[in-house]
């Protein structure tokens, strides 16, 4: 009898260990991230160097909200995928636009740009390879001012995240520059969470626009956020009963409980928000895994049109 109950807890112990390792070994050798596990997060390797974490409609109990967020994570020294920025004219969604190039595995959707009454007044700085798309047209006293205040920038062999406006973007070495707003975490440092700078206020007195409420609300919202490592792309759906979207500080402070990041930057969000993944079983029609909301449904069809992307390709 003693026996048999060894040889039980023994196969138990070894069971147990399996479990684990296979679990831990789902994560690239490399990876920075090691995600707390106080709520269920789904990891699912892509790729090779490409992992997805999900979280789907649960109940986050700080925000007193249902969550769904979805991230991407590319080591920034992958030798088989790499990060590029993808400029979208005409305008179409971003399952539309990813299909000019075979090699694209996955996108989000890019920054803010121009739109009804502002036609023509650029709110974003974007440069491509080298090649300058669009500068920042309003000034700091617009409506719009405030959406350029940090950008990502990056090459084949660095990638960072800073602050500035259309001058020092101009004088920034990188070739790829994507504008947005606000910054989240610099230095490592929650800035996100202090963006709003009078939180008890009536936000929704304000115009829709203004910053404040802007950032001060729960919307949909798209970002993108460097760790040691790792680059990410972040969603988080919203508007619907399963997914109530985050505020610039509520998505800060998220960021930081689960990922050892250095620096984020809020981009284009609301109805824009979008995430593709390129043949997932969770989509299997046109690759959206995420919920975006344009359409006040809970599916996958609810895309906008876009103006640009940051994807995901194979270095050919």
């Known amino acids: 009898m003693y026996r048999y109950q060894l040889k039980k807890q023994v196969l138990g112990l070894i069971c147990f260990s399996f479990a684990f390792v296979s679990c831990k070994s789902v994560l690239p ?22 992992m997805l974490y999900r979280l789907v409609g649960q109940y986050y109990e700080p925000y007193e909200a249902y969550q769904t967020v979805h991230v991407l994570a590319l080591p920034k020294k992958s030798k088989s995928l790499q990060l590029e920025l993808l400029d979208i004219r005409p305008e179409d969604s971003l399952s539309q636009a990813v299909t000019v190039d075979p090699s694209i595995v996955a996108a989000i959707n890019g920054t803010y740009f121009e739109k009804g009454l502002t036609k023509g007044n650029s709110t974003a700085y974007l440069k491509i390879n080298q090649v300058l798309i669009d500068s920042v047209e309003v000034d700091k006293h617009h409506q719009f001012g405030w959406k350029h205040e940090g950008a990502l920038a990056f090459t084949k062999d660095q990638m960072r995240i800073l602050r500035g406006d259309n ?43 203004n910053p404040e409420r802007h950032q001060g609300v729960r919307h949909p919202r798209t970002a993108v956020a460097l760790t040691e490592k790792e680059v990410l792309l972040i969603t988080v759906d919203g508007r619907s009963t399963r997914a109530e979207g985050m505020s610039a500080k509520e998505l800060t402070e998220f960021i930081q409980k689960y990922f050892p990041v ?26 959206v895994i995420n919920y975006p909301s344009d359409n006040r449904k809970q599916d996958h069809f609810g895309q906008r049109q876009l103006r640009n992307a940051i994807v995901i390709k194979k270095i050919r």
């Open 29 to 50: 050798k490399e990876s920075s991230i090691l995600l707390q596990h106080d709520m269920p997060w789904k990891q699912e390797r892509l790729a090779d160097d490409l």
């Open 167 to 209: 001058q020092i973007y101009a004088k920034a070495k990188e070739e790829n520059i994507m504008s947005g707003a606000p910054i989240l975490i610099e230095a490592g440092k929650p800035v996100g969470a202090y963006f709003v700078k009078t939180p008890h206020r009536d936000l929704a007195q304000l115009h829709y626009e």
């Open 262 to 287: 250095q620096e984020a930057l809020n981009i284009d969000g609301g109805g824009s928000t979008t995430m593709w993944i390129s043949n997932h079983t969770a989509t299997p029609v046109h690759g």
